[in-house]
């Protein structure tokens, strides 16, 4: 057997285009579609994300900004600039780099961010109503891996889904949207007694740990979907938590590192942004889905 190459790339460019004609539509009709990205400090990554923000915004037609605070910005500083984000009117999406410097509260920043508002889905507040089953934005890259699932064909009603790694921004959430659709999930993580065991009775598996080769052939049942997000730095070569020289002869379909997961979160972060301006315009409802 040899697994179809889910294609990220190709998925994410139709998503894209959908976003540009949606978001020419609402510009025309007078509704701004504005993503303010705030930095906290010189973090020289955190900058190059914010230059590809930039971009990739500016390909479907999202006017970006970026506010860039110094490294003794404190923490009023911080939620100040993030409290005028939420009154401006013109603003329709807010985006927080990180890490934070030492001395700032991550989650608290995240906090006061307007749900409406927050096209990363990472306000507290946003992630209990994934939990609770009324979604308003979700975070990108557990929506990322819903997508890439979906565009196999295989059905998640009633599949027997594995997610290895527990992160409050990817596996916590996107288990709770894999329950949502009626999947049987199993989350891993580092205090797992057998984690190889629960990948090997999946239908579905999705790794998202940062761990090179976290998920061999032997681990993956015959015929399974395995959803790489690993991101992982080997030898001047990006690889993900997966074999997939090995593990793409037993599975059914696998998403490669880079080209797979990648591109599909930067389009889901597009769409959120998409989403959060028809909020803000009061076009669609909280839980009105998307």
């Known amino acids: 057997m040899s697994a179809k190459i889910i294609d990220g790339k190709n998925l994410s460019a139709a998503i894209r285009d959908k976003v540009a004609a949606e978001v ?38 999202i006017d970006f900004e970026l506010h860039q605070l110094p490294t003794t910005a404190s923490e009023v500083d911080l939620h100040n600039t993030i409290q005028l984000l939420n009154y401006n009117t013109l603003v329709t999406g807010i985006f927080l780099h990180s890490p934070l410097p030492a001395g700032l509260d991550l989650q608290n920043a995240q906090y006061k961010i307007d749900i409406l508002k927050d096209v990363e889905g990472v306000n ?42 527990a992160s409050r921004i990817v596996g916590r959430p996107l288990s709770m949207l894999l329950t949502e659709r009626n999947a049987t999930v199993t989350l891993c993580h580092i205090y797992t007694r057998d984690t190889p065991a629960a990948c090997k009775n999946a239908d579905i598996v999705v790794v998202a740990v940062g761990k090179p080769n976290l998920l061999l052939a032997d681990h993956v049942k015959p015929g399974a979907v395995v959803i790489d997000v690993g991101i992982n730095r080997v030898n001047d070569k990006t690889v993900g938590d997966v074999d997939f020289e090995n593990v793409s002869k037993v599975a059914s379909h696998i998403t490669p590192v880079p080209g797979g997961v990648g591109p599909m979160t930067v389009a889901m972060l597009l769409k959120n942004t998409l989403r959060a301006a028809k909020l803000v315009h009061g076009l669609e409802k909280p839980f009105g889905g998307h």
């Open 24 to 61: 020419a539509q609402l510009k025309a009709a007078g509704k701004p579609v504005k993503l303010a990205a705030v930095i906290v400090g010189e973090n020289p990554a955190a900058r190059v994300y914010a230059d590809n923000q930039k971009k990739s915004a500016a390909q479907v037609g």
């Open 124 to 165: 507290p507040a946003n992630l209990g109503h994934v939990v609770y089953g009324h979604t308003i934005i979700a975070p990108c890259t557990a929506l990322a891996v819903v997508e890439l699932i979906d565009s196999t064909g295989v059905k998640l009603q009633g599949a027997n889904v594995t997610v290895v790694g």
